[in-house]
């Protein structure tokens, strides 16, 4: 099936500082990717999709300006946590879809396989 | 908007004991449905789908029915292994295609 990467897989940043986590579709187009938030043992939340070429949409409660989105061509989005803080430490996981079908049936998500941040 | 409750875990269960897990969901329309298995160490990935009423998926030996009367898609396996220990996530999709994930069910199966 098709790959999703992300990179790094895990970071350790200090409080206050910017840290950017990528995804990458490495075998075919993804004209959507998602990101999402995972605490220990719970489930994936849903942040933000984000569309090739157009601006990230957010879901209720995660403030736009902190986690910074960019999907600037088919196989990359970027995910910026802005002036990180030790609340900010979780798993992240980006998936990414390649579109709907002719019956309007998504496309599956492949998911990457997480970046675990640490902010001390 | 949807939402989606799984049973909790953690299942314990013996090789080749029958698996059931639990799933039932709230959604306006008719949501695609899936579930995801994520093995350690590894991300999500698809197991199986269903995209409409009394469609059942199937994977792996894992099998999963659309059900519409009573909004579920209770995930089965006749004969479980060791393998098969994991966590398990129901998602329909909602709306717009996103997917609304329960909290996830860790499977752990015993030799």
């Known amino acids: 099936g098709a790959v999703v990467s992300q990179h790094p897989s895990w970071v350790i940043c200090k409080s206050g500082t910017s840290v950017k986590i990528e995804c990458r579709s490495l075998?075919?187009?993804?004209?959507?990717m998602f990101w999402y938030r995972q605490f220990p043992k719970q489930s994936l939340m849903l942040m933000a999709t984000?569309?090739?070429?157009?601006?990230?949409?957010?879901e209720q409660g995660v403030e736009k300006d902190k986690f910074l989105i960019n999907h600037a061509s088919l196989t990359l989005s970027t995910l910026t946590v802005t002036s990180a803080h030790p609340e900010d430490s979780s798993f992240y996981i980006c998936?990414?879809?390649?579109?709907?079908?002719?019956?309007?049936?998504?496309?599956?998500?492949?998911f990457g396989p997480g970046t675990r941040l640490t902010v001390t | 908007g949807n939402s989606v409750t799984q049973m909790e875990g953690p299942v314990t269960l013996s090789e080749e004991a029958f698996l059931t897990i639990n799933c039932t969901y709230t959604?306006?329309?008719?949501?695609?449905l899936f579930w995801y298995v994520q093995y350690p160490g590894e991300g999500l990935q698809l197991l199986l789908k269903a995209t409409k009423a009394d469609d059942k998926g199937s994977n792996k030996g894992f099998e999963a029915t659309y059900r519409k009367e009573t909004t579920s898609f209770h995930l089965e396996k006749g004969s479980v292994q060791v393998s098969d220990s994991a966590v398990y996530f129901c998602?329909?999709?909602?709306?717009?295609?996103?997917?609304?994930f329960g909290t996830g069910t860790l499977l752990a199966v015993q030799p």
């Open positions: 984000s569309n090739e070429g157009s601006k990230a949409t957010y």
């Open positions: 959604a306006t329309g008719y949501p695609s």
């Open positions: 998602a329909p999709g909602g709306a717009t295609n996103k997917l609304i």
């Open positions: 075998d075919f187009q993804a004209t959507t």
């Open positions: 998936s990414a879809r390649g579109g709907v079908d002719t019956s309007g049936s998504p496309y599956e998500q492949y």
